[in-house]
């Protein structure tokens, strides 16, 4: 069963605390996205990455960087949490030509 | 550029009614489109998608979809709705090589 996992469901930080969140894929996809989702916004794309060690910003990189020194693995830094980066994360992963992303099951991350 | 809208945020619904979500895209140019559904605290799994050929899409638990080219359209619709069917769907259109645009979602209530 193909699977794409994110390390934590549920976490709290504190404003401007450095906070980390890992995605690992399991299918050998060469993309992986980062993604925000906000009631009545849907999902936004943060970041994207179509190989290791490469990197494209999204819609709202702002506050965000990435980091890919492996395939299987994508990690999403926030270097200052700020209370309005309070979300959903999800991360998902393709294989290179397909538009069909598989999706983890999502960090809920709140900012106090 | 290429944008999705789903025109509903919510639709309510009782149990064994049929339910229409619809969707429209804008884009100049060929496109792939999909459903996605997110149950609760759950990351997002694929329902259907459309890529060519037949305009009438068949995707897991009875859901379907047609692919309006004239009405840039790609409603998604099942015949009789079960409680289990209760979730947040996601249309989206592809952006480019690899990468997705997302609508905002309809929650999809069922009611017994």
């Known amino acids: 069963d193909v699977k794409v996992t994110q390390s934590s469901r549920y976490l709290v930080k504190r404003t401007g605390e450095k906070v980390f969140l890992e995605c690992v894929q399991d299918m050998d996809h060469e993309n992986m996205f980062w993604y925000r989702q906000d009631p009545g916004l849907g999902l936004r794309l943060i970041y994207f990455s179509y190989d290791v060690k490469m990197k494209e910003k999204g819609d709202i990189p702002e506050g965000y960087s990435v980091s890919r020194e492996k395939k299987e693995r994508f990690s999403l830094i926030l270097e200052s949490a700020s209370t309005n980066q309070t979300s959903m994360y999800l991360c998902?992963?393709?294989?290179?030509?397909?538009?069909?992303?598989?999706f983890g099951p999502g960090t809920r991350l709140t900012v106090l | 550029a290429q944008s999705v809208t789903q025109l509903d945020s919510q639709v309510p619904v009782f149990e064994e009614a049929p339910v229409e979500l619809r969707c429209n895209y804008s884009?100049?140019?060929?496109?792939?489109l999909f459903w996605y559904v997110q149950y609760p605290n759950q990351g997002l799994q694929l329902l259907l998608k459309?890529?060519?050929?037949?305009?009438l899409v068949k995707g897991i638990n009875g859901f379907e979809a047609e692919f309006n080219k004239s009405q840039t359209s790609f409603h998604l619709r099942k015949p009789s709705v079960h409680i289990s069917d209760t979730a947040e769907y996601f249309c989206a259109v592809s952006r480019g090589t690899d990468k997705l645009i997302f609508g905002t979602g309809t929650r999809l209530q069922v009611f017994p």
């Open positions: 998902a992963s393709s294989l290179h030509g397909s538009n069909e992303q598989f």
């Open positions: 884009s100049s140019v060929s496109v792939y």
């Open positions: 459309y890529l060519s050929g037949s305009t």
